[in-house]
């Protein structure tokens, strides 16, 4: 930078004001890394690269306006419904992404890891300390919610994260089951009811109905090998 200034012949006042908007942008990218460690991203996704034309139903402008994160100062959830492979993953960890470079504190967990923590947390004596800091995270990401039943105490202890957060921090939850079909992981009716009538308050529903584009994309491939 130095020789660059002597080179351009910057003034004083030019150099300092390099000098300070590099010192801001190294600190801003540092925070920000700081938050994608944090948030534990399995795949790095970003909304960018999501293939929109493979989803053709999917409402661009609602994505569009959470990219703001306005949902996440107004404690909104955000649920995704869909099959396998419509890209319900990849939207929540983009929006996820976009809340970590608004200097949101984010975390990404799938169901049954979050339940298996809660579990393993409960035997050793650390349940609430494990469920405050849950309830810290600006946004909570709970992904694969529907794949795998949980147990009665697994089921026990995730109501207990989704109602502390009620109404105080955001949460995106992506499932394969629609909310009828809830009791098949979570076991009792009264309280998949109390679950659903918190998640689902206020929040912003996205029904992914297209085809999954790993499937066409499995048989696109296999018709390239076979032609």
Known sequence: MVRQAL???????EFLLELTQRELSARSENRLKRRLREAKFPLMKTLENFDYEAAPDLDVRLIQDLKRCEYISQKRNVILLGKSGTGKSHIATGLAIEACRQGIRTRFVTGPGLANELIEANDEKTLSRTIQRYSRYGLLVVDELGYVPFSKKG???LFQVFAERYERGAIIVTTNLGFADWTQIFGEATLTAALLDR????AHIITCSWDSYRLKETLKNKTQKNG
Do not use: G, N, P
Not at 8 to 13: A, E, I, P
Not at 199 to 202: A, D, E, Q
């Open 7 to 13: 080179e351009s012949k910057w003034s004083y006042d």
């Open 155 to 157: 089921a026990e202890l």
């Open 199 to 202: 998640l689902t308050h206020k």
